[in-house]
């Protein structure tokens, strides 16, 4: 009770609205640090590993392909963490452990496609090698989250702080789990060798394999969106969103559905754990590492919103790839600070993240 | 609380803890106690975040960590990482202490904006970008950690002394953390953590409470980094990343998140079943061995969720209690738990 009291008062804390001026002049002052950025970029980045923008047209490209193409990883992870959290309340601490679920079955099960358990060529994989794990993969985890969920969370509903800790110990037993089967050794993927090459842009070579990356987020983003906004179940989940007890006052079965949001939910993390896999490999820690991801994601972007998962994976996946790249080379040690300021004054102005509402 | 039998039990758990080293060995003094003490302090400010400020955070392990770097910087001279400042030790300490307040004051400001589980949420997004920091910055750390600090000479020499300072500033802190409770600050911060919307419109500034609340805490988690450092001799970043900041949250959960009793009921319990579970008869025969502690640490928080939120202090106050008496007063964690 007192969590939604609380978040109410942040509500009237807040609801001294702002004058429009005032707004403006936020605004504007939020403004200069982004313009010197952008001029910074553009212009002075000189003894930075990019160099500035208009010298050298080729690296900032490849620096905004490597932020979008991140970005969109990272929204398919997030987009599972927030579906969840923006019907059932559940924050679902071991999202992670799903990823890093699916990224060691899609391994498994890829080498016995091809045959072999080491030094698996590009060229051994095939596209149905990648796809078949990614769906087994993402199968497994959406199958151990509609466990968890029919089984530990609920009974629970609505205590939120009780789901976080279960999903958390859940966690922690699933790493400790995936230690004992999986080993300690990183481990990684191989993209089909159908997209295993490189091409060339402004004088740059860039692998075609950031760009399937891409696609395949794109497809799920835009399924994800048909799904969420064309189809009937689509418009219970919204409508569960807004209004939960409304929804289950009309008779729709939300228990039902809760279910179904829940595996799609785990089912993304799954996806994204084999796309993860292939684009950066798998080792113990990779669970929290994409939790937070999520998280930063999410917070950023607000919770509970496809919108807001969009968002914040654009603005951190820019400021992953940026910060190194146009930091002064003594100073590239601090891009995690970055992380941290972009949470910071994405907090500072809205608290409940950019597209986020008080719960 | 003001209850006389309450204080009894507190003398004669700390009269018990005091005169511990005289009948046992050498290694449960200065490792297993020493160690369930520090964790036990750290754990305390969660608690106390939660009892006080219905906040949970898992920026604590974050602030006991970076008073340990800092007091790693200032102290260490030529043979480790670091600043290598080669400080007096009791400089050291201010040092670390006024960057640890300084650290929860900027961290606690940005959270208290939030509340319930976005609370949680940012904190641990704090916890882990911690981490990085430290592992990336190799002018504070880097990966390898910063090695060879010894404690002031006072606390040096026999391994008792620093378990005496941990029990001291256990019970310091203890008490402390319930006077707090009847302060006038205490008071307006349960009032916050209650109703908050009444207490804004009473005129109190609620996020600056919970800034504040945050700030204490953050000067406990330092004080026991602070320690820590002292005790273990050295840190690196994977002392405080992802996996111990969980563990300081399983200890006050085991425990019983909003007993103040139960931070070091949970550090005993954590602690001592990291080091004995292997001696459990036929624990070997089931396949869980110490290599498998955190399957056995998550079942455990798993049973306690199912079973009872309010860990092991919940359990012994409900028997305690009687039944009927316990339902009618509700559960901390049931109120905070209800969205």
């Not at chain 1, 983003?221 to 007890?245: E, P, Y």
């Not at chain 1, 796309?275 to 994409?290: E, I, L, N, T, Y």
């Not at chain 2, 319930?178 to 009032?191: N, V």
Request: hydrophobic share 55%; with cysteine; charged share 10%.
């Amino acid at each position: 009770m007192s969590l939604a009291r609380a978040a109410g008062s942040e509500a009237v804390g807040g609801a001294r609205r702002r004058p429009e001026l005032r707004r403006r002049i936020l605004i504007a002052v939020a403004a200069v640090p982004l313009l010197f950025l952008l001029a910074w970029v553009l212009f002075f980045a000189r003894g930075t590993s990019a160099g500035p923008a208009i010298a050298e047209p080729g690296e900032f490209l490849v620096t905004l392909l490597d932020a979008i193409t991140v970005a969109g990883l990272f929204f398919v992870v997030a987009s599972g963490f927030t579906l969840i959290f923006g019907l059932m309340r559940t924050v679902n601490m071991a999202h992670g452990s799903l990823f890093l679920v699916a990224g060691y079955l899609g391994i498994t099960v890829q080498q016995t496609m091809v045959g072999k358990t080491r030094n698996i060529e590009p060229a051994d994989v095939s596209m149905a090698a990648w796809f078949v794990p990614l769906l087994v993969g993402a199968m497994v985890a959406a199958v151990i989250g509609i466990i968890v969920q029919q089984v530990l969370l609920r009974w629970n509903e609505g205590q939120e702080l009780r789901q976080a800790l279960i999903t958390l110990a859940v966690a922690v037993i699933l790493a400790d789990q995936m230690l004992a089967w999986f080993g300690g050794l990183a481990t990684r993927m191989i993209w089909p060798g159908a997209v295993t090459h490189f091409f060339e842009i402004a004088g740059q070579r860039y692998a075609t394999s950031r760009l399937f990356m891409l696609g395949v987020a794109l497809v799920v983003g835009v399924s994800l969106w048909l799904w969420l906004g064309r189809t009937r179940m689509g418009m219970i989940i919204r409508a569960g969103v807004d209004d939960r007890d409304m929804v289950r006052a009309l008779g729709i079965n939300i228990v039902a559905v809760f279910a179904i949001t829940f595996f799609v939910g785990a089912f993304l993390a799954g996806v994204g754990g084999v796309m993860g896999a292939s684009f950066a490999g798998v080792a113990p820690g990779a669970d929290g590492q994409w939790l937070l991801n999520s998280l930063v994601v999410v917070i950023v972007g607000g919770l509970g919103s496809l919108k807001g998962a969009v968002a914040g994976s654009l603005l951190f996946g820019l400021v992953v790839s940026f910060s190194p790249a146009y930091l002064p080379a003594a100073f590239t040690f601090y891009s995690i600070i970055l992380t941290f300021v972009l949470l910071a004054v994405v907090l500072a102005v809205r608290p409940y993240g950019l597209f986020g509402r008080p719960a | 609380m003001s209850a006389s039998p309450s204080k009894i039990a507190l003398v004669a758990v700390a009269a018990a803890l005091a005169a511990l080293p005289l009948v046992t060995s050498e290694f449960v003094t200065s490792f297993l106690m020493t160690r369930i003490l520090i964790l036990a302090i750290a754990a305390a400010s969660i608690v106390f975040l939660f009892r006080y400020g219905g906040m949970v955070s898992l920026g604590q392990f974050l602030i006991f960590g970076v008073a340990g770097f800092m007091v790693g910087n200032a102290v260490g001279d030529s043979g480790s990482k670091g600043l290598k400042l080669g400080w007096d030790p009791w400089v050291g300490v201010i040092f670390a202490l006024v960057i640890c307040l300084v650290v929860a004051l900027v961290l606690g400001a940005l959270a208290s904006r939030t509340s319930g589980i976005y609370f949680l949420m940012l904190t641990l997004t704090y916890a882990v970008i911690g981490y990085y920091f430290f592992g990336q910055v190799t002018t504070l750390s880097g990966f390898g950690g910063i090695t060879g600090i010894r404690p002031p000479p006072l606390f040096e020499g026999h391994p008792w002394r620093l378990y005496y300072v941990a029990l001291g500033l256990s019970l310091v802190v203890y008490v402390g953390f319930k006077a707090i409770s009847r302060t006038p600050f205490g008071l307006a911060l349960q009032g916050t953590r209650d109703d908050p919307i009444r207490m804004a419109s009473l005129g109190f500034n609620v996020p600056l409470h919970r800034t504040l609340a945050f700030v204490i805490a953050g000067f406990v988690a330092g004080c026991a980094g602070i320690l820590n450092i002292w005790w273990n001799g050295q840190i690196d970043p994977t002392s405080i990343s992802i996996g111990p900041t969980l563990d300081l949250l399983i200890i006050a959960v085991i425990g019983g998140i909003s007993y103040f009793e139960g931070a070091w009921l949970g550090a005993a319990v954590y602690v001592s079943a990291n080091i004995y579970l292997r001696n459990v008869p036929l624990v070997d025969q089931i396949g869980i061995t110490e290599a498998r502690f955190n399957t056995v640490i998550g079942l455990l928080v798993l049973l306690i969720m199912v079973l009872s939120p309010e860990g092991i202090m919940g359990i012994m106050d409900r028997l305690r209690r009687g039944k009927r008496e316990a339902e009618a007063s509700v559960p901390a964690m049931a109120r905070v738990g209800s969205g």
